[in-house]
């Protein structure tokens, strides 16, 4: 129990103060919530930033080729210019992992995606993928702004987990099943 003296010089006991529940209002919650720090949006479309700019040139200067390669492929084979194996063709006589995918990518430029998948069964997404990676960098370059997801640690570990078992898949499929 505490003791304090008060004006009067008369003695007077205080118990501990207990704190009174306050009524919200609307007027005052708003209030408060300016001080809150609002969780920032998952998906947001921002101002680019330089790093922006430079993933969007990154991605163009690879894509680009790659995507006019692969829509001309059908022309360049027959004349011999296209490249084909790879690394682990050459080593083990077995395909690697995205063996197939030019193939997919030029029967999808042809709108043909029953050859697309059963030359890689994943080829259409990836296809679809690359189309949307293309537009983003050029949202990026022309329009200044650029569309961002926030993910969290473990959607990432998801996504990888995800992506990765997808790949082992795919090439287990063109392994054990297309013949290759």
């Not at 708003?30 to 790093?51: H, M, Q, V």
């Not at 894509?63 to 790879?86: I, N, S, V």
């Not at 679809?128 to 537009?135: D, L, Q, R, Y």
Request: charged share 15%; aromatic share 12%; hydrophobic share 50%.
């Amino acid at each position: 129990m505490l003791v304090r003296r008060t004006n009067r010089s008369s003695t007077r006991t205080c118990q501990p103060s207990v704190p009174r529940p306050v009524e919200m209002t609307a007027a005052s919650s708003e209030s408060l919530s300016r001080f809150r720090p609002s969780p920032s949006p998952r998906w947001a479309i921002r101002k680019a930033t330089n790093g922006d700019r430079t993933i969007a040139w990154t991605l163009l200067g690879l894509m680009l080729p790659w995507l006019a390669y692969t829509r001309f492929y059908f022309w360049l084979q027959p004349r011999h210019l296209t490249f084909d194996g790879g690394l682990l063709m050459w080593l083990f006589n077995k395909p690697d992992p995205t063996c197939g995918l030019t193939r997919t990518f030029a029967w999808m430029w042809r709108g043909d995606l029953f050859h697309a998948v059963s030359v890689y069964p994943l080829g259409p997404l990836v296809f679809s993928g690359t189309i949307a990676a293309v537009a983003w960098a050029l949202t990026v370059l022309v329009l200044g702004r650029a569309a961002s997801l926030r993910l969290l640690r473990a959607e990432w570990r998801a996504l990888i987990a995800v992506v990765t078992i997808a790949l082992a898949l795919n090439w287990a499929s063109k392994l054990l099943w297309l013949g290759m």
